[in-house]
């Protein structure tokens, strides 16, 4: 009987379902809105859902003229009413799965969506998850819920599939429908219909054998980056003490044709995937009694990494016979990584938490955040530029391609690069 | 007064000796001779200098007409008289750096070479150390020895530098002339001497500031790599505990267009490079009190993988109702890449071991090598082929491009691939 619902996808008749409308469903839904596709975009927070049926952007990466059109169009409209499921043939499914304060993941996100979904739907209809998820969610965590809600069985009323979201904030080549697209259904018809949806919004689907093996991919493409990155800190800070500039050695290393990738060090990782997609990974594999000894390792070494950045701050001052306690310590850059808006998971704030718990007078500039709240409860309004010739010691934290090194070692007092944006390190010039 | 030596090279007059002749030294030494060098070999073993001098080819990646070439163009001889060191205005280092059984890097041969140099060798001489070495091997170790034998003053009457070899054994498309080679002197005029020699045979220099920072270079590319497949090799156990086809999922993850390299998985790491280099970083590291989380989890994972594979040799057979103990197992591939004939540190030897142990009746073939000896001492001598029918496990070490899949899997009665040649498992084909 799928027949049916590949021929209505052939007319385009088809509605699909978002669920979610953050920075990951909001530029899918445009995505698919800009391919003539029917998209109704469910989100429980009214604000988003009123902003975008009149338009309003709250997505770096979606382009204010598209949302326009889609919504003039009128192919994308959104709701905060999860009963209008049932006027879907495809949902798609974009909710957050943070971890908790212990590094579990909270997959409740996904169950209430699972709920929603399992309580609406219709008959024949063609479910995906995009939210990065440990291995095996779709089939053991998803399947049963939506099946003992709707009471209708996978394979004959409804179709399960994974296909990861790839998007990089700010990444001006790749944006959702160029990135290659890894999809992987429970059975074929599975994905006979995931694929004819999916390729009217992307260019390049890679179907994989199952959702399991799809889930794996997100989890091992984001484990090489953690520990790809906390592999280059720990160099970084032994570096440091040998008297050998780090940022020297990667370039050189990078002039080797082959079987070499650069990774730079900083303050530590942020946003949204690299601290937390691991972890969901070394969740599961406390079931199968197995211990993922790197991404333990390279954690370690993540968790460190604000305390012993705070120990570098209070280094450089100690030369200028300065205490962190009570001096002025400015921070350049609040969002995780350059030229984008986003401080969440954002190395940054935690360094502001350590020097602030040692008397430090915090301060910050970025010209992308307007105020920021830190883990610890701390408030920080973002400060003017020019802050930096009062400061006794500036933390370059984001390399924000607008921040001029050369202009800030002539104003600062004392400056601690953490971002390589200064080429000579000097008497007043620290570099990780 | 080095302007007399920048002369001597432009006129093409000097002669550059070539200390170690293996498989970094020979290539460099027929590389330079090609290019119209006059090079003077050294080497201790009778046996090798003997070759070179008959021309006589005994290194995979020297063509064997070009060492006929140089041989008899009389570009290149071979000696195994040090004294002759006095001959040359250049003395490029290429001897072994291995590690100990307690993994500490033995310097003996760096030693030695440095005494012996110092000993011999007139005023004015460039002298460059290409063996992986931790960082400040150059500056602290053989900087001293050198000034101590010779009675002359670094800087004054000789130059000191540092420049890794990049040999990648088998690699076709990059050779000792056309692989960018980083290169780093203690002076300035270390570094003219040293970019007008190493220009002459090598297409592009890339200089770095000091030795310490071309040290440091190296130690990443392999730290980088070890790294990454003790990674995947840990993900790969976890995966087959999912009933997930890790390979399936690198294929997938590859099809990122950016921020990704792929590793696959194996029976563990080996050769001469990824074994060892990240492990003089770790003993270095030391001296200054600092931990690498990173290499040690890496080494860790690499040091369980022998064992592991015994099990999963173990595991296989048991559901034929079989032991390892009395059971012919037979390895398909003793070198440690494909297509190569070199068995140095290669992780079958070792799961040969752990099979011995354990009662086995281990047998190898191996097209490219003709008989091993295992670290503990065991001898073996290459099977026919078609042992494939009599074994009781044919256990898939090596990828050799020669091996067939296919025929393995038909013939055999129980297969344990560990470098995915097989492209299905089935009821008696594991994968890793």
């Known amino acids: 009987m799928n027949k049916k619902l590949l021929k209505k996808i052939e007319n385009n008749e088809e509605i699909v379902g978002i669920l979610g409308l953050g920075y990951v469903g909001l530029p899918l839904a445009v995505t698919f809105a800009l391919k003539n596709v029917n998209v109704l975009g469910f989100e429980k927070n009214k604000t988003k859902t009123d902003k975008v049926n009149k338009a309003e952007n709250y997505i770096g990466d979606v382009a204010d003229e598209d949302l326009q059109t889609v919504i003039e169009n009128k192919k994308l409209s959104a709701t905060d009413d999860f009963s209008r499921i049932k006027e879907c043939d495809a ?18 996100y996904i169950e209430s969506a699972c709920r929603e979904i399992g309580r609406h ?14 291995p095996t969610t779709t089939e053991n965590l998803m399947m049963p819920i939506i099946e003992k809600e709707s009471g209708m069985v996978h394979g004959e009323d409804f179709w399960l599939a994974f296909s990861p979201e790839r998007v990089d904030p700010g990444n001006k080549d790749y944006k959702t429908d160029n990135t290659p697209k890894v999809f992987g259904a429970m059975t074929d018809a599975g994905r006979e219909i995931g694929m004819a949806i999916y390729s009217k919004a992307i260019q390049h689907l890679y179907p994989v054998s199952s959702p399991r093996v799809a889930e794996m991919v997100k989890i091992l493409e984001n484990t090489y980056r953690l520990v790809n990155i906390s592999l280059i800190n720990e160099m970084a800070l032994l570096a440091g003490k040998m008297d050998i500039n780090i940022w020297e050695v990667i370039d050189a290393a990078k002039s080797k044709p082959y079987g070499f990738q650069a990774f730079y060090p900083g ?4 946003g949204h995937c690299i601290p937390l997609d691991p972890f969901y990974l070394e969740h599961i594999a406390k079931n199968y009694n197995f211990d993922l000894t790197m991404i333990h390792a390279a954690g370690h070494i993540d968790n460190l990494m604000p305390h012993r950045m705070m120990i570098k701050i209070s280094s450089a001052l100690n030369r200028q016979k300065k205490a962190i306690n009570g001096s002025k310590i400015l921070f350049l850059g609040v969002a995780y990584k350059p030229d984008i808006d986003d401080e969440r998971e954002s190395p940054a704030l935690k360094i502001m938490d350590e020097v602030h718990k040692k008397g430090g007078l915090v301060m910050y500039h970025d010209p992308y955040i307007s105020e920021v709240r830190t883990e610890e409860g701390q408030r920080y309004n973002n400060q003017p530029l020019s802050t930096i010739s009062e400061a006794d010691c500036v933390v370059i934290t984001t390399g924000h391609s607008v921040f001029d090194g050369k202009e800030i070692a002539e104003k600062a007092s004392l400056v601690v690069d953490l971002r390589n944006l200064i080429s000579e390190a000097s008497e007043k010039v620290y570099k990780l």
Chains 1, 2 share one sequence.
């Open 91 to 108: 949902v798609i499914i974009c909710v957050p799965t943070p971890l908790d304060k212990f590094k579990k993941p909270d997959m409740s």
């Open 267 to 270: 303050p530590g990782i942020g």
């Open 121 to 134: 739907m219709r008959r024949k209809t063609f479910i995906c998850l995009e939210s990065t998820t440990y």
